[in-house]
């Protein structure tokens, strides 16, 4: 049961578009459509953006989109604000289990 | 939708803590519930999952056998029984609600969480 794989930063300017990838294997990521994102402000309880790889729960902007390509499933906001600033982890149904990414730190600058 | 947890504390290593998460604003016996935890400065850890309706329960590795999910429907409250706890057992453990039935679905909300610290 290994930890999805993120990068541990990412950064940019507000009003551009950042990418966070999330790297499983064919027995979780690339095997299910059932990837979610959450995102967890400093201090704060983890709040879900993304699930089933691309769909938005009510309120979230619109703004946050999801997508899978083999083993790898990628958040993408766009038209960044300083808000956004948080961190965000990737999570994967993998058939026995369910397995969290080790998070990405999101930073505006 | 209101998730509350307690029982959350300092034990030493070895022991036993049993976390409690009262639930209420929805249908309890219908949706999965999970446990999550989240040790000082790290990521998110899955401990374990128990499905709505038919109660089958779920573990990570790193607590099978020695951690047990169970639910009182009658009471809307899960539970978290944790025995031979060890220092990497600290964290603060989140109980969260499923968005279906099944322990698999995304799990939103999530309750304030409850600190469990493993030391002597």
């Known amino acids: 049961q290994s930890a999805l794989t993120q990068p541990r930063s990412v950064s940019g300017s507000p009003g551009q578009s950042v990418t966070i990838s999330c790297t499983g294997t064919?027995?979780?990521?690339?095997?299910?459509?059932?990837v979610s994102w959450y995102q967890q402000d400093p201090g704060k309880v983890p709040k879900l953006m993304i699930y089933?790889?691309?769909k938005r729960p009510s309120g979230v902007p619109d703004r946050f989109s999801g997508s899978k390509s083999g083993n790898t499933a990628s958040l993408t906001i766009s038209g960044l604000q300083a808000e956004d600033e948080a961190d965000y982890y990737c999570?994967?149904?993998?058939?026995?289990?369910?397995?969290f990414g080790g998070g990405t730190k999101l930073t505006v600058l | 939708v209101q998730l509350l947890e307690s029982g959350g504390g300092l034990v030493q290593p070895g022991g036993s803590l049993r976390l409690s998460c009262a639930a209420s604003?929805?249908?309890?016996?219908?949706?999965?519930m999970s446990w999550v935890r989240q040790a000082p400065g790290k990521g998110l850890e899955w401990v374990s999952a128990?499905?709505?309706?038919?109660?089958?329960?779920y573990y990570a590795d790193s607590v099978k056998g020695r951690f047990t999910i169970s639910r009182d429907n009658s009471k809307n409250t899960l539970y978290l029984q944790m025995n031979s706890l060890r220092a990497e057992d600290t964290a603060v453990y989140y109980c969260?609600?499923?968005?279906?039935?099944?322990?698999?679905?995304?799990?939103?909300?999530w309750g304030q969480g409850t600190l469990v610290t493993v030391s002597s």
């Open positions: 969260a609600k499923g968005t279906g039935g099944n322990y698999w679905r995304p799990i939103e909300p």
């Open positions: 604003g929805f249908t309890f016996s219908t949706y999965a």
């Open positions: 128990i499905s709505g309706g038919d109660d089958s329960t």
């Open positions: 064919s027995s979780d990521v690339g095997g299910y459509n059932y």
């Open positions: 089933d790889v691309s």
């Open positions: 999570c994967s149904y993998a058939g026995s289990y369910v397995v």
